[in-house]
């Protein structure tokens, strides 16, 4: 199986930049779908972005769309999401999640029981 541990989160204030990183360690192969989800106090999780196990298919919610993006470098077993022009709403705890697929599989999911393997989180806060 596979492990994932997110880093980078932290408080900004409202128009800052941060870069969430997700390591990824185990026995899986490089052929995997990674994603990002969120979850605020009182809400339910979001899905935020998603990446084919190559990185050439992504996808993003309306919400971050154009602000953030997802890129992974699979040679260094990490996955990461570049935040700009975060806001309040940006507040959450996020989590990176892993789904293996076949090699021939270029496919990102935004729902979040396609993924079997999370990590355990993140905390951004941004301040207005």
């Known amino acids: 199986q596979i492990q994932l541990v997110e880093s980078g989160g932290g408080l900004v204030q409202a128009g800052d930049s941060l870069t969430l990183s997700c390591a990824v360690s185990?026995?899986?192969?490089?052929?995997?779908?990674t994603a990002w989800f969120r979850q605020a106090p009182g809400k339910e999780q979001e899905f935020v972005a998603a990446s084919s196990w190559s990185g050439a298919n992504t996808g993003y919610s309306d919400s971050v769309k154009g602000r953030f993006t997802i890129s992974r470098d699979n040679a260094k077993n990490t996955v990461y999401l570049q935040m700009n022009s975060l806001t309040p709403e940006d507040t959450a705890v996020y989590y990176c999640?892993?789904?293996?697929?076949?090699?021939?599989?270029?496919?990102?999911?935004?729902?979040?029981?396609?993924?079997?393997?999370w990590g355990q989180g993140t905390q951004v806060t941004v301040t207005s």
């Open positions: 999640a892993a789904k293996q697929v076949g090699r021939t599989t270029y496919m990102w999911y935004a729902h979040a029981g396609a993924y079997e393997y």
């Open positions: 185990g026995r899986a192969s490089s052929f995997y779908t």
